[in-house]
């Protein structure tokens, strides 16, 4: 079993900045694929920053130059963190992590950002 927890969410003021953090562990090895997604009410979730063996990543175009997703290092492939700066009002969202290994999707809880002034 694989288990994805995450962390570092929470309340800030437009222009803020927060740190995500995202662990994979259980049954899991290797260098894996892993997301960090968000759904706001009323809305879909969308997927926000992508990274993938060999170290692509990929973002969605509303938060390209804002956010920037990365792993731990080398020796913790597994642990994702999003950094997020320049916070607006409608990034406010659940925040979820996902990974893929072994062909099976494994998500988090998810994690409240809320950007209010």
């Known amino acids: 079993q694989v288990q994805v927890t995450e962390s570092g969410g929470g309340s800030v003021q437009p222009g803020g900045s927060l740190r995500l953090s995202c662990a994979a562990s259980?049954?899991?090895?290797?260098?894996?694929?892993m997301g960090w997604y968000r759904q706001a009410p009323g809305k879909e979730r969308e997927l926000v920053a992508g990274?993938?063996?060999?170290?692509?990543?990929?973002?969605a175009d509303s938060v390209k130059g804002r956010f920037t997703i990365s792993r731990e290092s080398a020796w913790n492939m597994n642990t994702v963190y999003l950094q997020m700066n320049s916070l607006k009002p409608e990034d406010t969202a659940v925040y979820y992590c996902?990974?893929?290994?072994?062909?099976?999707?494994?998500w988090g809880q998810g994690t409240q950002v809320t950007v209010s002034s």
């Open positions: 990274i993938y063996p060999g170290a692509n990543t990929n973002y």
């Open positions: 259980g049954a899991i090895s290797g260098i894996n694929p």
């Open positions: 996902k990974t893929r290994h072994r062909g099976r999707d494994y």
